[in-house]
């Protein structure tokens, strides 16, 4: 009874500094203003003014259309979907054989075979055709569009596997066998509506907005800065309910523990 009551403790701990995220970012989007592309240059024109060019650095949200590099477009790994920004991962679905008391088990398991996000910059471009860049900094974007979700079963991977022009390992010396394989990808388009909060420099030259280089939020959404506020509300009273209900349990069955 008391491993029950240290657990839901543990449990009752992870979600308080998950809420505490939460709020914070919650408050650094309330707290930060959204500001156009000349509304930007004009601060870094300022900032070039009093301390010289390429140490203009601002916390803003910006909101634009994802816009492919200079290079063009990146095609994903796995679907060959134009795009700006992609993030694949796939995970290999196993059976492992046990004998335990004189008898043979079989439990299924996953493990993590490949995973790769692009780390290439792209750009937000407004109703005026003008551009900031993004640096991801591999970021997972959030409400980003799935392009494959699929599984393959098994086949003979004694020689190893291709699955999307991507080589697997063999699995020489194996004494599980292998289920089958779990591919995912997502992408953003050229043309994805975007809302941004992070931190606009000019350290390259041109205004690019990326993770902040201290302390500060990275947020890249397909979402409103209205409809994320309204999910962090959400997820804030979900998480302060369960801080509170696991704290309770876990010190009861901790209490009863004592007694028993």
Request: net charge neutral.
């Amino acid at each position: 009874m008391w491993i029950v009551g240290v657990v839901l403790l543990v449990v009752a701990v992870g979600a308080f500094f998950y809420m505490k995220h939460t709020r914070d970012e919650l408050h650094a989007m309330i707290g930060t203003e959204t500001l156009s592309i000349p509304e930007l240059e004009r601060y870094r024109s300022a900032s070039d003014e009093v301390g010289g060019t390429g140490s203009f650095r601002k916390t803003a949200e910006v909101v634009g259309a994802a816009h492919p590099r200079p290079e063009g477009p990146l095609t994903a790994e796995l679907s060959k979907t134009e795009c700006v920004w992609y993030r694949y991962r796939i995970d290999r679905h196993y059976e492992v054989i046990e004998y335990r008391d004189g008898k043979r088990h079989r439990r299924k398991r996953t493990e993590r075979v490949a995973e790769h996000t692009s780390h290439q910059g792209y750009a937000v471009i407004d109703n005026e055709g003008r551009t900031i860049g993004v640096d991801p900094n591999g970021t997972n974007p959030d409400g980003v569009e799935q392009t494959v979700s699929r599984f393959e079963p098994h086949h003979d991977d004694r020689g190893g596997v291709d699955l999307f022009g991507i080589r697997l390992p063999a699995l020489f010396g194996r004494s599980d066998s292998t289920i089958g394989y779990d591919y995912k990808e997502w992408v953003i388009r050229p043309g994805q509506r975007l809302y941004i909060l992070g931190e606009v420099h000019d350290r390259i030259g041109p205004l690019v907005i990326g993770k902040p280089a201290d302390k500060g939020h990275f947020i890249i959404s397909t979402r409103t800065e209205e409809e994320l506020r309204a999910s962090r509300v959400q997820r804030h009273k979900l998480l302060a309910a369960g801080t509170i209900a696991s704290c309770v349990l876990g010190v009861g069955f901790l209490v009863s523990a004592l007694f028993v």
